[in-house]
T-cell receptor, first 116, second 115 residues
Framework: NAGVTQTPKFQVLKTGQSMTLQCAQD?????MSWYRQDPGMGLRLIHY???????DQGEVPNGYNVSRSTTEDFPLRLLSAAPSQTSVYFC???????????????FGSGTRLTVV | AQKITQTQPGMFVQEKEAVTLDCTYD???????LFWYKQPSSGEMIFLIY??????QNATEGRYSLNFQKARKSANLVISASQLGDSAMYFC????????????FGKGTLLTVNP
């Protein structure tokens, strides 16, 4: 089925370890983004991309890196995990358009990350 | 920068009654879009309803309607005839404010439907 695929679904890391959260979409969406969800904070934007080779920072980018070498993939890298990065991470994609255009966002199923 | 405010951390409603979840937004732009998402305990994000800033009619999708008051900058979600399966976290989100694609979310409202 078409959609956004996130892997892994669950991960436990030790402080200081690195890892990559994978996000892939097969809908040819130009826009891809990463959010983190923490209790009482809603979803906050980490990084986003509007096409291959183009990335930019969101609201909470510190401690995370991204790259976009293909339209389909948008991995999120944690270089040195910290307990403050314990969260649920969502990848979302969309086609781009005007701000008032109803182009829906497709969300992945999320990755629950625990840093101990 | 745009901001979404959901002032109700939690709401309770009796089954079969209607409930309104509040959302106010802050933007100086004329062109923007407003979304509501549902997140059940299983964790997935489910799109419910959309309202564009230029839409003159309030959006409706089945039991969901969006009470859009542009001058007040509010976009409240109304759920009619609540069902037990409506128990979930609900997020209001906005696209716009200088960006054609970034979504900004509120902190959410946890709705509990009582039998």
């Amino acid at each position: 089925n078409a959609g956004v695929t996130q892997t892994p679904k669950f991960q436990v890391l030790k402080t200081g370890q690195s890892m990559t959260l994978q996000c892939a979409q097969d809908m040819n969406h130009e826009y891809m983004s990463w959010y983190r969800q923490d209790p009482g904070m809603g979803l906050r934007l980490i990084h986003y991309s509007v096409g291959a080779g183009i990335t930019d920072q969101g609201e909470v980018p510190n401690g995370y890196n991204v790259s976009r070498s293909t339209t389909e993939d948008f991995p999120l890298r944690l270089l040195s995990a910290a307990p403050s990065q314990t969260s649920v991470y969502f990848c979302a994609s969309s086609i781009t358009g005007g701000p008032a255009d109803n182009y829906g966002y497709t969300f992945g199923s999320g990755t629950r990350l625990t840093v101990v | 920068a745009q901001k979404i405010t959901q002032t109700q951390p939690g709401m309770f409603v009796q089954e079969k009654e209607a409930v309104t979840l509040d959302c106010t937004y802050d933007t100086s732009d004329q062109s923007y879009g407003l979304f509501w998402y549902k997140q059940p305990s299983s964790g997935e994000m489910i799109f419910l309803i959309y309202q564009g800033s230029y839409d003159e009619q309030n959006a409706t999708e089945g039991r969901y309607s969006l009470n859009f008051q542009k001058a007040r900058k509010s976009a409240n979600l109304v759920i009619s005839a609540s069902q037990l399966g409506d128990s979930a976290m609900y997020f209001c989100a906005m696209k716009g404010g200088g960006s054609n694609y970034k979504l900004t979310f509120g902190k959410g409202t946890l709705l509990t439907v009582n039998p």
